[in-house]
C-alpha cells in the first residue's frame, strides 16, 4: 500500500509539472502570436515580402505587421523612435545611419540586389528600350507632358532613376515634367495608370500582376546607374520572431521568391547557411 501511495504521489508530480510546462509554452506562443513584430519594407518590395512572409508564417505559425514605404522615411522613424525591429531598405545609405547610430544589433546584410524598368501605359506611344531612346525621341520632340518617378529625396529606386536620366543628359530636360511618387510603389501607379506617359520604376513592382496588367515595361540598362544593393538590419530591441524572419528571408526559399520578382541575390555563404541552421534550429 505504501509503495502504492508512493508511486501515486510521484505520477501526480509528473502530472503538474507537465501541465506547468504546457501552461508556460502557451502562454509564451499566445503573447508572441498576439504582438506580431513591426517590420518596415520598403516600398519596392511589396509583393516579394507579401510572398515570403506568407511562406513564413505557414512554416512557423508566427504573424508580422508589414508596413510598406519609402527607406528614407522609415529610418527617420526609427531614429525618433517608431516601434521596428526589422528594417528592409531599399539600399544601404539608410540602414548604414541607423548602424552608426548605435541602433541596430549588428550592420546587416545585403538581402537582395534591385534592378529599375521603364514602364509606360497600355497602348502607349513611347518606344520602350534599356537605353532611353524612346524617352528622348519624346522628349525631343515635346510630346512629353509627364513622367514619374519616386521622390528621390528619400527613395532610392527615385535617386537611380534621376541617376539614369542624368546619365543619358536627359534630366535637364525632363525635370520640369516629373512627377514624384512619394514612394516607389506610388511612382509605379503613376508610370502605368495613365495619369503620365510613363516612369522609371523597380523592375519587382513593373513585373508583378497588379501593375503589368496596366502596362508594359523593359529593364534598363545596368550600366546608367549605380547598383542598388538592399540591406536589411535588425533594431536593438528585435524579439525571436523578427530574427527569425530576418533568417528566413535569407533562406534558399526566400531567395527563390525574389529571383521571380527580378531580384539578384547574394549567395548564402557558408558561415551564413550555419547561423541559418542554427537560426531554424531555434
Known amino acids: 500500500m505504501g509503495c502504492f501511495q508512493a508511486l501515486s504521489s510521484k505520477i501526480n508530480i509528473l502530472q503538474v509539472t507537465f501541465l506547468v510546462c504546457f501552461l508556460s509554452v502557451f502562454t509564451t506562443f499566445t503573447v508572441v502570436a498576439a504582438n506580431p513584430p513591426n517590420i518596415a519594407v520598403a516600398a519596392s518590395m511589396k509583393f ?63 538581402y537582395a540586389i534591385g534592378r529599375l524598368a521603364l514602364a509606360v501605359p497600355k497602348h502607349s506611344q513611347m518606344h520602350l528600350d534599356g537605353q532611353l531612346n524612346g524617352l528622348k525621341q519624346l522628349i525631343d520632340g515635346h510630346k512629353l507632358q509627364r513622367f514619374a518617378i519616386a521622390n528621390p529625396e528619400h527613395a532610392p529606386y527615385g535617386e537611380r532613376a534621376k541617376q539614369a536620366l542624368q546619365t543619358k543628359g536627359l ?28 516612369g522609371i520604376v523597380p523592375l519587382s513592382l513593373a513585373m508583378s500582376d497588379n501593375f503589368s496588367r496596366m502596362g508594359n515595361y523593359v529593364v534598363i540598362a545596368d550600366e546608367l546607374y549605380d547598383p542598388i544593393n538592399q540591406r536589411m538590419v535588425l533594431v536593438n530591441n528585435a524579439s525571436s520572431v523578427a530574427q527569425q524572419f530576418y533568417a528566413f528571408i535569407l533562406s534558399a526559399p526566400a531567395h527563390h521568391i525574389l529571383r521571380q520578382y527580378g531580384f539578384d541575390v547574394p549567395p548564402i555563404t557558408a558561415s551564413k547557411s550555419n547561423e541559418l541552421t542554427t537560426m531554424e534550429g531555434r
Open 171 to 198: 534630366w535637364q530636360d525632363i525635370e520640369k515634367n516629373i512627377i514624384l511618387g512619394e514612394n516607389a510603389s506610388q511612382a509605379a501607379q503613376f508610370a502605368v495608370s495613365g495619369s503620365t506617359q510613363g
Open 48 to 110: 516579394a515580402i507579401d510572398d515570403i512572409a506568407k511562406q513564413f508564417t505557414q512554416q512557423t505559425g508566427f504573424r508580422l505587421r508589414l508596413s510598406y514605404g519609402s527607406s528614407g522615411n522609415f529610418a527617420s522613424q526609427i531614429q525618433h523612435g517608431a516601434p521596428f525591429e526589422l528594417l528592409l531598405s531599399a539600399d544601404e545609405i539608410y540602414p548604414n545611419k541607423l548602424i552608426e547610430a548605435g541602433l541596430t544589433q549588428d550592420a546587416g546584410e545585403v
